[in-house]
């Protein structure tokens, strides 16, 4: 005989008395909730699932909660907290591919102005108390359980991969709460929620989780803008100009001219990013500015070709307004590229050399800073040709700057700032030293005043509140307004004219425009020109498409007849002068993605209130088949390419794939 009862039972197995004196095993986890009904005179024997897999989830929940709390309070200390305050994370030591900083410094880091890891605590409180309930006998709450431990995998997933593929580094803690994600999963099917699933089951349990988890939410985010609040303390200073403002009294005022002398003789004892000990040195041949005799300096080893030194750069350019008479502001080139930088062992930036020499040669003529802000401004176009024409366009004499190009000790002093990067362990751009401190809270001028504000003497309120009054650049995404014409009218300079709110689409011949619309794609130039006749209007010139996505009249520098090859008059970008991911309908796979309905993408708006002028289809402009040019990158152009001054003419008027669209415009009065 096996090891049964005469009643059959299992070692193990609970029982109940039915009716009549039967026996029925109890409700797994010695719950009424979920209890088998027994026919009379019958057993039913339902297996009993353990309890403590719900236990080691709920201890698993309360580690993430302390988690959470110490992420939320070392993000609002490291961004916000004053210099005493200051300390080194512990658990996620620096190493090559692993930075929290890094981490909690890219767009992903907060959501709604709040940490991810704030939003964390009212989740994982919320799963502490449902999985103790389920352990004691609560089965009701277990498949929401599960549900919330499959969404937060999920999560888990994209946030991985855009660590790693995005930034190039990871955050350990982060990946700590990734392993305990996919553990709710995994503990949920060893408490047996498969084997009782129903959606049916958790309406009414997951109604009750969501009012807790409100109040749990309101209590977490409360709690954490206070603490923010503490560290900012209450005081109002002057806001910093922004760099479109900067930008317009340049116009004025002509280029920035370089201060005379030799940069500061000033040093500094650093610890670097692989924690050794060494000296930095400002040598005399440095490009400054500021104020030579401040005890304060913010030295910058940047990459004219990379993308984030051109967003520092424009940050650190309102720094110098706010700060130009208490700070010295220097810059050290480190290009990468080993040609000229012994720092670096790959070459990622080809065109890096050409550009820092160029500069160098500016800065011989007292135009570094001008030439470096125009050369930022106009990065997608930095071959020697394009550099020749900054060169002009700042000033310079031509004779001498191509003799300095060519002068082997233009190239050597480039090589001397890696050579000091080198040695101060840099690894990549932007590296910024406040006072030989590494500066590591992100590259916005709200966090730098900060710290510059503490390096000056400032208490923690009164650096904080100048934090604070600096302000974030970043245009907010609003929804696509009520009633939004379908045309909306551009002006600048000599150009005048109405274009299409959003991109066209094709509906009997004809174009048709307006939120939520199928863009037209798969079209040819002459499509796009006879749907827009058809509907009264006529095609976009190149001139017409520059002025609305750049916000600014357009100037053929070159003189041959285009515009979306010259030096940019206004921004990048519909929306700024940094390409912004997540903004428009861009970088996508193209065999996996397709375009989408129009202003689906409310944060891709221009100045003019015009959608999805980069990103989502390449637009035909052009009056002319000879002058038809594709313009504004389409959903699958790469990284931050898809701009205002993405110029495709590889393919004539006739050519037509699944990436290529159009809007209209019209003369004013037509």
């Given at each position: 005989m096996s090891r049964k009862n005469k009643q059959g039972k299992k070692k193990g197995d609970k029982v109940r008395t039915a009716p009549g004196g039967e026996h029925a095993p109890a409700a797994a986890g010695g719950g009424s909730g979920s209890e088998t009904p027994v026919p009379p005179g019958g057993t039913v024997l339902v297996p009993v699932a353990p309890a403590w897999p719900m236990w080691v989830n709920t201890a698993l929940m309360v580690v993430a909660v302390g988690v959470c709390l110490y992420m939320t309070q070392h993000f609002e200390i490291a961004k916000y907290g004053g210099e005493e305050l200051q300390a080194e994370l512990w658990g996620c030591a620096e190493a090559e591919g692993v930075s929290c900083d890094a981490v909690a410094n890219s767009p992903w880091a907060e959501l709604f102005g709040v940490p991810l890891f704030t939003w964390g605590i009212p989740f994982y409180l919320l799963l502490t108390g449902l999985s103790a309930m389920v352990a004691q006998?609560?089965?009701?709450?277990?498949?929401?359980?599960?549900?919330?431990?499959?969404?937060?995998?999920?999560?888990?997933?994209?946030?991985?991969?855009?660590?790693?593929?995005?930034?190039?580094?990871?955050?350990?803690?982060?990946?700590?709460?990734?392993?305990?994600?996919?553990?709710?999963?995994?503990?949920?099917?060893?408490?047996?929620?498969?084997?009782?699933?129903?959606?049916?089951?958790?309406?009414?349990?997951?109604?009750?989780?969501?009012?807790?988890?409100?109040?749990?939410?309101?209590?977490?985010?409360?709690?954490?803008?206070?603490?923010?609040?503490?560290?900012?303390?209450?005081?109002?200073?002057?806001?910093?100009?922004?760099?479109?403002?900067?930008?317009?009294?340049?116009?004025?005022?002509?280029?920035?001219?370089?201060?005379?002398?030799?940069?500061?003789?000033?040093?500094?004892?650093?610890?670097?990013?692989?924690?050794?000990?060494?000296?930095?040195?400002?040598?005399?041949?440095d490009a400054w500015k500021g104020n030579p005799d401040a005890k304060v300096a913010v030295i910058e080893f940047a990459d004219l070709e990379c993308g984030y030194c051109k967003r520092a750069g424009g940050q650190l350019k309102r720094l110098y307004e706010a700060y130009g008479d208490r700070v010295v502001f220097v810059f050290k080139h480190f290009p990468m590229d080993p040609k000229c930088n012994p720092g670096v062992n790959n070459l990622r930036h080809r065109r890096a050399c050409n550009a820092a020499v160029a500069s160098v040669c500016a800065q011989d003529q007292g135009r570094f800073w001008a030439f470096h802000d125009l050369a930022f401004k106009n990065q997608h176009q930095l071959k020697p040709e394009n550099l020749a024409t900054y060169a002009e366009k700042v000033g310079l004499d031509m004779n001498t700057f191509n003799q300095c190009v060519r002068n082997p000790n233009s190239m050597a002093r480039v090589r001397a700032d890696g050579a000091a990067g080198k040695g101060a362990d840099v690894h990549g751009t932007p590296r910024i030293f406040i006072n030989g401190r590494l500066y590591r809270s992100g590259n916005s001028a709200e966090q730098m005043a900060r710290a510059i504000e503490m390096a000056l003497g400032s208490n923690a309120k009164d650096a904080q509140a100048a934090a604070r009054s600096v302000g974030n650049e970043r245009i907010p995404v609003k929804a696509v307004p009520a009633g939004v014409p379908d045309m909306m009218e551009v002006t600048y300079g000599d150009q005048h004219f109405f274009m299409d709110t959003f991109e066209s689409g094709v509906v009997e011949g004809k174009a048709a425009t307006g939120k939520h619309v199928v863009p037209g794609t798969r079209m040819s130039w002459f499509a796009a020109k006879d749907a827009c006749e058809a509907s009264g209007k006529r095609m976009c010139s190149e001139a017409e498409w520059i002025a609305a996505c750049q916000g600014a009249a357009p100037?053929?520098?070159?003189?041959?007849?285009?515009?979306?090859?010259?030096?940019?008059?206004?921004?990048?970008?519909?929306?700024?002068?940094?390409?912004?991911?997540?903004?428009?309908?861009?970088?996508?796979?193209?065999?996996?993605?397709?375009?989408?309905?129009?202003?689906?993408?409310?944060?891709?708006?221009?100045?003019?209130?015009?959608?999805?002028?980069?990103?989502?289809?390449?637009?035909?402009?052009?009056?002319?088949?000879?002058?038809?040019?594709?313009?504004?990158?389409?959903?699958?152009?790469?990284?931050?390419?898809?701009?205002?001054?993405?110029?495709?003419?590889?393919?004539?008027?006739?050519?037509?794939?699944?990436?290529?669209?159009?809007?209209?415009?019209?003369?004013?009065?037509?």
């Open positions: 006998g609560r089965r009701e709450f277990l498949p929401l359980i599960a549900v919330f431990g499959l969404g937060a995998a999920g999560f888990s997933i994209f946030l991985w991969n855009y660590s790693v593929v995005e930034l190039g580094n990871v955050c350990l803690w982060c990946k700590r709460l990734y392993f305990i994600n996919f553990g709710i999963v995994g503990l949920s099917l060893m408490a047996g929620v498969h084997k009782d699933f129903d959606f049916e089951r958790i309406t009414v349990p997951s109604g009750q989780a969501l009012g807790a988890y409100v109040l749990l939410m309101v209590l977490s985010v409360g709690g954490q803008k206070a603490f923010r609040a503490s560290l900012l303390g209450d005081e109002v200073v002057e806001e910093l100009k922004s760099t479109a403002e900067l930008e317009k009294e340049e116009v004025k005022t002509g280029p920035f001219v370089d201060p005379q002398g030799p940069a500061p003789a000033l040093s500094f004892d650093i610890t670097t990013e692989d924690k050794n000990q060494v000296v930095l040195t400002i040598e005399p041949d100037v053929d520098d070159n003189g041959n007849g285009q515009f979306a090859d010259d030096l940019i008059e206004g921004t990048a970008y519909p929306y700024s002068d940094y390409h912004e991911r997540g903004r428009c309908w861009d970088d996508k796979d193209r065999d996996a993605m397709r375009p989408v309905y129009t202003g689906e993408m409310p944060g891709c708006v221009s100045k003019d209130g015009i959608y999805d002028l980069t990103g989502n289809v390449e637009e035909w402009v052009g009056d002319k088949p000879e002058n038809a040019v594709l313009l504004g990158g389409g959903f699958d152009t790469s990284k931050d390419h898809a701009r205002c001054f993405r110029r495709n003419d590889t393919f004539g008027a006739g050519f037509a794939n699944k990436r290529t669209g159009f809007r209209c415009c019209k003369t004013p009065g037509s």
